[in-house]
């Protein structure tokens, strides 16, 4: 299936086509047939309802649990297990019928009481356990929660669902990430560990079967995520030399995973595009980091060598989740060679080979501060060279491929680097305010000449 905007984009030429007699009406209506451009308006506008009642359904299931609340002490035991109960399956009941029905607006409903039913699911298993005194960390709660609600939207393959399950499986983890059991092993410490891995294997295929470029983005991120702390808990558990390149690994990971990603890895016959989500959030964590990395602090950072804390569990438990992933990312950039060039030897595009190279600098800089000496102030100098670099790349990128996102996000960094450097050295406010003005018109310009350059690309084009 064509994207949407693609599909926007179609009707709006095919219109103007029309209107011009290029084509005929009974070719406006094989497109309009074949693409669904019809249907574009009544699908936003379902989008935007369903998120109305999404909303309000779950404040709805919030005013219930919080009506319980208030009434919970006057009520036995049994009374409440029959309470808690009915709404939980009532609720799904009801929503699960009229989802299946095929009146648009029943069917709307429905997946409102679905979502209502996710909530109440939450609230049986925090009251039951009070009921019964069965007391735990609230991550546990939201991590069962998260699996039960991943259940149901596996079941019905909703989107709504697999998002909710999404953001609490997020909220579980960054709740025990601050817990100290967790890293050697406690409550389910041990599979918050492999949060990573759990991400992977029930969230990813979720994405593709709903076709939610939300969800995919979401656990992309809660992924990378993961793997920083990991490694970064590890690091600061473990007696490591200076010689380690955990360090280095720690940064470069994440971008080269979701750089190298393809859908044809795991789902040849995927009919969505999700791997330019992945390439986006690649470039823009190397954006940020390099524009964090390009202040004058490098003199006494990115020091790995900590002892006397060193815990026999947790490190080696930590480190599997990266070393997996770290096998997968070296065999997606040797794919992403193979699949790029059908029948050329192995190569990498124009744009893998930048992403490429600039990793491999951002590791041995890491490295050699770390294992050989501090690289000081070169390591301002050469951050600041990556960024503009980085930069430079990506409007050249936008220019070539008419990309919005590579050019604006290649403009924001450029301004950045040149307004932090006014601000964090010691210049006159005369040089401060010049600079400010000039950053002004030159993105001002530049975003007038690009939005024309496209116009004209894509008038040559039709």
């Known amino acids: 299936m064509a994207s949407e905007k693609f599909r926007y984009q179609l009707r709006q030429e095919a219109q103007q086509w029309q209107e011009e007699g290029m084509i005929s009406p009974e070719i406006y209506e094989q497109l309009n047939t074949r693409y669904g451009l019809e249907e574009l308006d009544s699908a936003s506008r379902d989008l935007f309802i369903l998120i109305v009642l ?38 799904n009941c009801a929503g699960f019928y009229l989802w299946r029905v095929a009146d648009n607006r029943k069917s709307r409903i429905g997946q409102g009481l679905l979502l209502f039913g996710a909530v109440t699911l939450g609230a049986n298993l925090g009251l039951m356990s009070q009921m019964f005194h069965q007391t735990g960390a609230a991550y546990v709660l939201y991590l069962i929660w998260g699996f039960g609600v991943w259940g149901m939207a596996y079941g019905l393959r909703l989107t709504p669902l697999g ?3 999404t953001i609490l499986i997020a909220i579980a983890y960054c709740l025990g990430i601050f817990q100290d059991t967790i890293w050697n092993g406690a409550d389910v410490g041990a599979v918050l560990q492999q949060m990573p891995l759990i991400i992977s294997l029930l969230f990813i295929p979720l994405a593709y079967y709903c076709r939610s470029r939300w969800i995919f983005g979401l656990s992309s991120v809660l992924i990378v995520f993961a793997l920083g702390v990991n490694l970064a808990e590890y690091l600061s558990v473990a007696d490591l030399s200076n010689t380690s390149f955990i360090p280095a690994l720690l940064f470069i990971l994440p971008p080269g995973l979701l750089w ?37 602090f490098w003199d006494n950072n990115f020091d790995s060598t900590q002892s006397g804390k060193f815990i026999d569990f947790a490190p080696w438990s930590l ?31 124009r744009n893998s080979t930048y992403i490429g ?11 050699f501060n770390i294992a050989v000496t501090p690289i000081g102030i070169a390591g301002t100098i050469i951050f600041n060279l990556l960024l503009f670099l980085l930069a430079i790349i990506l409007i050249s990128q936008s220019v070539r491929e008419g990309r919005r996102f590579n050019f604006w996000l290649g403009i924001i960094l450029l301004i950045l680097q040149i307004f932090s450097r006014m601000f964090e050295y010691n210049t006159g406010l005369i040089l401060k305010a010049i600079a400010l003005f000039a950053c002004g018109i030159a993105a001002i310009l530049a975003g007038l000449w690009f939005e024309r350059y ?8 039709n």
Do not use: H
């Open 319 to 349: 480190l599997i989740a990266p070393i997996i992933f770290t096998i997968w990312g070296i065999w997606s950039w040797w794919k992403l060679g193979v699949r790029r060039t059908s029948n050329l030897p192995w190569r990498l595009d």
């Open 260 to 296: 190298s990603y393809g859908d044809d890895l795991l789902f040849s016959n995927s009919e969505v595009n999700f791997e330019a989500i992945n390439r986006k959030l690649a470039v823009f964590y190397l954006g940020c980091f390099f524009y964090l990395c390009s202040f004058n």
């Open 357 to 367: 190279t600039i990793l491999v600098i951002l590791f041995g800089l890491i490295w």
């Open 163 to 165: 998002l909710m399950a």
């Open 54 to 91: 999404g909303l309000g359904f779950i404040l709805l299931g919030l005013g219930v649990i919080t009506f319980v609340a208030a009434n919970w002490q006057t009520w036995s035991r049994p009374i409440k297990v029959l309470l808690l109960l009915s709404l939980f399956m009532g609720t």
């Open 454 to 461: 496209l116009s004209t690309v894509n008038s040559s084009s």
